[in-house]
């Protein structure tokens, strides 16, 4: 299957078409034409190689939808024309302790899970390629059921940051009776806020940006505080069970510990590079543990597909064309994006230009993404 994509060769470079091969879906894989994409945080990181571990060329996207146009031998869950979706990973070795629990982003195979992009743990001379493209193949493991009441452009954000959020709000048993703090409402925490809703908990948005404070209440949240408010900050000290920190860099925890009722959680899902001078005083003295979560499971990420379904959970979307991509990333780095960017990948599909003036990449595209 031949793909346009959009992707860089360099750190410093902007996004800009490339053009490469996926080999057709062979026994229990699908092919997808994808039509929608989301434009999470970490593509950004990944793409400016912020994180120190990008593998090049690098081709992001891990909120993928679009529709079935080929099915291999053997496959059950899908047929021709079914409505599909791809998350964070597109394998695992199926067999450790952690895939047999459905935490296979936690896999302990040799090659521990596979990503959807910027694939293998270490790089060995192979890759993979995400949603930035016109088709994706996948093995139907890993592959997400559309629910009916979701449209696809919809769909794609909660593949990365509805399951994201999810997963230790499901972990810590967040239920009626307790209060979520959700640290930074953008892409994830927004999704965040009304997750936390759905489960019967008492919703607190933590935000650095007040103006946004009508638009989050929209979004279901009992009460909005700004996080710089001294007064407001000190006005909440012990009162949260479990924070759902989403903010995507280094910043201060101390003033989020003090929120933290007895033996509470602050889960970390979007900063990878530390806190300097974490107030351990506090943590022991309230019993708060600052732990981390990364994405979730197939199968809890079929769940928060249809918990949104039911609940009427959709993403604040922005659609956006392929091209807009550089922008839109500059425009999420200025915090300007409220709340997620979705690309409509039609408008890769129609770009005869684009197509013609895609640079080829000759590396090997199967790489692991379907590797048994
Ligand atoms: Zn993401
Ligand atoms: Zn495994």
Redesign the pocket.
Known sequence: MEVVGYGTQEASAKLSPLKFTREDPRAGEIAIEVTHCGVCHSDLHQARDDWDNTVWPCIPGHEVVGTVTAVGEGVTKFKVGDRAGIGCMVN?????????MGH?Q????PK??TLTYNGPKKPDGTNTYGGYSTGFVVREEFALTIPDAIDLEHAAPILCAGITTYQPMKYFGLKEGMTLGVAGIGGLGHMAVQIGKALGAKVVALTTSPGKKDAIEKLGADAVIDVNDGDAMEANAQTIDLIVNTIPYQHDLNPYLALMKAKSQIAVVGNFLGFDDLDTATMVFQHVGVTGSLIGGVADTQEVLELCAKHDIRPEIEMIRMDEINTAFERMQEEDVRFRHVIDMASLRDDKDAADKAVKIDDPVRGEVVGR
């Open positions: 695992s070795c199926q067999e450790c302790d952690q895939c047999d296979e936690y896999c302990t195979g521990s899970c």
